[in-house]
């Protein structure tokens, strides 16, 4: 029999869509609920229209977080809806739990499941291709900016339930030998030139974030994913979703997250300005944290080319790799060229 693996993701979304469905009969969704794959990249995101009623239904990945882990991002998820940031509510099923385990004989292990309200609204963005093109990018990143400073206070305020737990960005998430998204060095697409100055500035970065240290003004709860793919746009509304990436981290890790898709925009400029004022209106935005950016861009690079390395044969992966590598590559040559000049 083929590896759940090793086939097309087309037929692994079938699979997951069958897990699906045997997971809405533990929430209240009725006798026939109508499941739709909305997306099948990291975990495999399904809508569920029953009763006059629309649900999103998360199957995770197998391996990434445990069912404490998940409980503890749903806990952050609904106090910030109660602070007044806006996004989905956590779903409880028949027996009130927010996390399911749920097997099917078509998926090798066992997959955590959970249930989330449905929200209305379009993408700002992508990751592809950065804020859609009936957006207004400086204005877009303002409100980011502003509301990326929301989040990042009441994390640093928020007292959290006992057993709290989330994965860390930290020195070793970011570089260490076993990164959070794989050892990027190892890409295989990277060649000698490029490893070789890969590796030096991961030793470089290193040092750097070790200097520049994780007081609670620079590091905390961060979500990690800051997209404008996860920022959902309805009218004057702005929803941020998905959650499955946050964990504790620099806050300009966040900052470089959101930014990253712009870049090399021609515009790149204007609107990291829009950016830190818009966050300056709720949060202080030190200059000289700020001018730690260049380090935070290419801590980014360096985790998509680990997520490029762990996941190889995924469509995505195939897509980007040729983008990304020379992409990353450039960053990290341009960052040791500025720390060459500063010494």
Same mark, same amino acid.
């Given at each position: ?19 699906a469905r045997t997971a809405c009969s533990a929430w209240d969704f009725g006798a026939a609920p109508e499941v739709t794959l909305l997306k099948c990249r990291e975990n495999a995101v399904f809508r569920v229209d029953a009763g006059g009623s629309r649900h999103v239904l998360r199957v995770h990945r197998a391996g990434y977080h445990t069912p404490r882990a998940l409980e503890s991002e749903l806990a952050w998820m609904t106090d910030l809806r109660r602070s007044g940031i806006a996004t989905p ?167 470089? =997250?959101?930014?990253? @898709?712009? %870049?090399?925009?021609?515009?790149? #400029?204007?609107? &990291? /300005? *829009?950016?830190? +004022? ?42 980007? =790799?040729?983008?990304? @590598?020379? %992409?990353?590559?450039?960053?990290? #040559?341009?960052? &040791? /060229? *500025?720390?060459? +000049?500063?010494?």
């Amino acid at each position: 029999m083929t590896d759940f693996y090793d086939l097309p993701l087309r037929e692994q979304a079938d699979r997951l869509t069958l897990l699906a469905r045997t997971a809405c009969s533990a929430w209240d969704f009725g006798a026939a609920p109508e499941v739709t794959l909305l997306k099948c990249r990291e975990n495999a995101v399904f809508r569920v229209d029953a009763g006059g009623s629309r649900h999103v239904l998360r199957v995770h990945r197998a391996g990434y977080h445990t069912p404490r882990a998940l409980e503890s991002e749903l806990a952050w998820m609904t106090d910030l809806r109660r602070s007044g940031i806006a996004t989905p509510a956590a779903v409880p099923n028949r027996q009130g739990r927010l996390v399911e385990q749920v097997t099917h004989d078509g998926v090798p292990e066992p997959r955590l499941v959970d249930v989330l309200t449905w929200v209305d609204g379009l993408p700002m963005g992508s990751l592809e291709d950065g804020v859609a093109a009936d957006h207004d990018a400086v204005a877009a990143f303002r409100e980011t900016g502003r509301l990326m400073a929301r989040l990042h206070n009441h994390a640093q305020h928020w007292e959290r339930p006992d057993g709290f737990v989330r994965h860390a960005w930290d020195l070793d998430g970011l570089l260490g030998e076993e990164p959070l998204w794989g050892r990027f060095w190892e890409l295989r697409a990277l060649d000698g030139a490029q490893r070789a100055v890969v590796l030096a500035a991961r030793e470089r970065a290193r040092a750097e974030l070790a200097e520049f240290g994780a007081g609670e003004d620079r590091y905390g709860l961060v979500h990690a994913d800051f997209l404008p793919e996860n920022l959902l746009v309805d009218g004057d509304s702005v929803q941020l979703i998905d959650f499955d990436d946050a964990g504790f981290g620099w806050h300009l890790f966040d900052i470089a =997250t959101s930014l990253f @898709v712009v %870049a090399d925009s021609p515009e790149f #400029e204007a609107v &990291l /300005a *829009a950016f830190v +004022a818009g966050y300056r209106t709720e949060r202080e935005l030190p200059d000289g944290h700020l001018d730690r950016l260049p380090l935070f861009f290419l801590l980014r690079g360096l985790t998509y080319l680990g997520w490029l390395h762990t996941r190889k044969e995924s469509e995505t992966a195939r897509e980007m =790799t040729p983008v990304l @590598v020379p %992409a990353v590559t450039a960053l990290a #040559e341009d960052y &040791l /060229a *500025a720390a060459r +000049a500063r010494t």
